[in-house]
């Protein structure tokens, strides 16, 4: 996404006692790539304070370019033919092999995080350790989530739903027994909703996800994956984590 900045310089000058202006156009123009995401809170925030808003900012920094992530939240799909159209320049957060579907997206060869996908619950229950576990229970998911749609084949209770905040509402009432979620933007949503809830572990799945550019940025996509494994080695990434992910984790067990 290309940013021009315009300036215009007014020049005032003196003659015959009169004032008049010299107008002076300097264009000003930068790149600043937009790496898209369909995330909201917490790692993608209105203010660019979101884990994503920070560590696209900070890799790109380091290799002399300015980014900033794009929110479509809601709207997944969408973002992803913006990037690979090139109308955007990339991808924030997604999973490995997207080349096959997406031709015109680059991966970035190290992994921005590792999405961990959990079941929560209000109520103590019997240990969740995968996703077998699940079946003596009712769940609920978002409707879409793959993931959750095709390894809960087995499990008899099933609510699907079409927004997050609806997960939490049917654990508050006690509706289901579990509701199933990405481990961070679910620690956010339970918050919001003023609920406290249990995250069980270890995780049903763990998956590294990535950071992807359109390949007329191909040339950067190496010096990004060196700079994000730098940050790992630094304690630039762990700080990051730990602004905007790591006091979720407070008020949950």
Known sequence: MRVSIVILLGLM??????????????????????LNTGTDAPYTTEDRKGFLDLMVAEVFQRIGQKAQVNRYVGASARALQMSNSGKDDGEALRIKGLKKKFPNLVMIPESIIANDFVAYSIKPIEKITNWSSLKPYSI????????????????????????????????????????????????????LAGVEVITHEPPLARMDMYMYLHKKHAALAPKAAKALAQMKKDGSYQRIVDMTLTPLLKKSS
């Open 13 to 34: 000058v003196g003659t015959g006692g009169a004032l008049c202006f010299s107008p002076q156009t300097v264009m000003a123009q930068q790149d600043v790539l937009g």
């Open 140 to 191: 609920s998911y978002l409707i879409g989530w793959q993931i959750f749609a095709n390894n809960t084949k087995g499990v008899e209770r099933v609510t699907t739903v079409r927004g997050v905040d609806q997960l939490f509402s049917l654990l508050k009432l006690e509706r289901v027994d579990l509701s199933l979620y990405e481990r961070w933007q679910g620690l956010y949503q339970a918050r």
